[in-house]
């Protein structure tokens, strides 16, 4: 069947609400450290592990967070699947010496004719139960219509169009080295070989290994943080995004950020990571308290 063209494929609908076993995952202090030299975060107090960046998130889920998809959609589409979107819920941030607990679940999916989408909710707990962080992932299908739209939607992020004619408050100039995937790859733990291997990658229709998309939204966190959040990961509430073009070892980004209202002691901000006038991040949202 053509790339051009769409795909008939029943979802199956029963396999919603679903949690997966639970995954534990224990916290040291040289895991967080690495975590934040693998994506170049300049806060101090992360680089020597004395709490986590926020995107460091989505290393004690990495085994979870993708399983409710089978529940869901056959395997045979799986090399259609993109991660599309990540929304982090801090409770608290992780801290080193600590167990923690994630469990996900497929809540809703959303058919339509050049792509369906599957939404993943993620819950993180430490070993007292006390939930630390709650995560929305979307996993999107190109090119497959599963004709139907069930259960609940990610909440929305949308990028406040009223700020397209504003300049951002800030543009924080960043760079992919050219070996950032493979210090990402373990401190993250994620092996998929995209990122890791140009032969793979090539043979997959990319010009080369990619940047996994998670280490590019590690990039934006930080630039947030240290700009309009006082480089402290307690304040940060909630941090919203959508995947828009894939990135490259030796690119130069910028992220751009915008003030959009404060109320109930919170800040909210909209950002995009741009790689000159592509926009490889797009409908940023960061939550503050103040």
Same mark, same amino acid.
């Given at each position: 069947?053509?790339?051009?063209?769409?795909?008939?494929?029943?979802?199956?609908?029963?396999?919603?609400?679903?949690?997966?076993?639970?995954? $534990?995952? *224990?916290?040291?202090?040289?895991?967080?450290?690495?975590?934040?030299?693998?994506?170049?975060?300049?806060?101090?107090?992360?680089?020597?592990?004395?709490?986590?960046?926020?995107?460091?998130? +989505?290393?004690?889920?990495?085994?979870?967070?993708?399983?409710?998809?089978?529940?869901?959609?056959?395997?045979?589409?799986?090399?259609?699947?993109? #991660?599309?979107?990540?929304?982090? #819920?801090?409770?608290?941030?992780?801290?080193?010496?600590? =167990?923690?607990?994630?469990?996900?679940?497929?809540?809703?999916?959303?058919?339509?004719?050049?792509?369906?989408? +599957?939404?993943?909710?993620?819950?993180?707990?430490?070993?007292?139960?006390?939930?630390?962080?709650?995560?929305?992932?979307?996993?999107?299908?190109? =090119?497959?219509?599963?004709?139907?739209?069930?259960?609940?939607?990610?909440?929305? #992020?949308?990028?406040?169009?009223?700020?397209?004619?504003?300049?951002?408050?800030?543009?924080?100039?960043?760079?992919?080295?050219?070996?950032?995937?493979?210090?990402?790859?373990?401190?993250?733990?994620?092996?998929?070989?995209?990122?890791?291997?140009?032969?793979?990658?090539?043979?997959?229709?990319?010009?080369?290994?990619?940047?996994?998309?998670?280490?590019?939204?590690?990039?934006?966190?930080?630039?947030?943080? $240290?700009?309009?959040?006082?480089?402290?990961?307690?304040?940060? =509430?909630?941090?919203?995004?959508?995947?828009?073009?894939?990135?490259?070892?030796?690119?130069?980004?910028?992220?751009?950020?915008?003030?959009?209202?404060? *109320?109930?002691?919170?800040?909210?901000?909209?950002?995009?990571?741009?790689?000159? *006038?592509?926009?490889?991040?797009?409908?940023?949202?960061?939550?503050?308290?103040?």
């Amino acid at each position: 069947m053509s790339e051009t063209t769409s795909r008939v494929v029943e979802f199956d609908d029963s396999g919603l609400g679903n949690w997966s076993d639970e995954e $534990t995952f *224990e916290v040291t202090r040289a895991r967080i450290a690495e975590y934040a030299a693998a994506t170049n975060d300049p806060i101090q107090a992360h680089r020597d592990g004395d709490i986590a960046s926020p995107i460091f998130a +989505i290393v004690p889920v990495f085994d979870a967070m993708m399983v409710p998809v089978i529940d869901v959609a056959p395997m045979d589409i799986f090399g259609r699947v993109l #991660h599309g979107e990540q929304d982090f #819920h801090f409770h608290r941030p992780i801290r080193p010496g600590e =167990k923690l607990v994630a469990r996900a679940r497929a809540i809703g999916f959303a058919g339509r004719e050049n792509g369906s989408s +599957i939404t993943i909710h993620i819950e993180t707990r430490d070993d007292a139960g006390e939930l630390v962080n709650e995560q929305y992932l979307t996993a999107f299908f190109r =090119k497959i219509d599963a004709g139907r739209t069930v259960g609940e939607a990610a909440p929305e #992020h949308k990028f406040p169009e009223t700020l397209r004619g504003q300049d951002p408050i800030v543009a924080v100039p960043q760079r992919i080295d050219m070996d950032q995937t493979f210090r990402y790859s373990p401190a993250a733990g994620d092996p998929v070989p995209l990122h890791l291997d140009e032969q793979v990658a090539k043979d997959a229709g990319l010009p080369g290994i990619i940047v996994h998309g998670l280490c590019t939204i590690a990039f934006a966190s930080w630039a947030v943080l $240290t700009e309009v959040g006082g480089s402290d990961v307690h304040r940060l =509430k909630r941090f919203a995004v959508r995947m828009a073009k894939m990135v490259f070892p030796g690119d130069d980004l910028q992220t751009r950020i915008w003030r959009v209202k404060s *109320e109930n002691g919170v800040t909210t901000y909209a950002f995009e990571t741009v790689r000159g *006038e592509d926009v490889v991040l797009s409908d940023g949202l960061a939550e503050i308290a103040d």
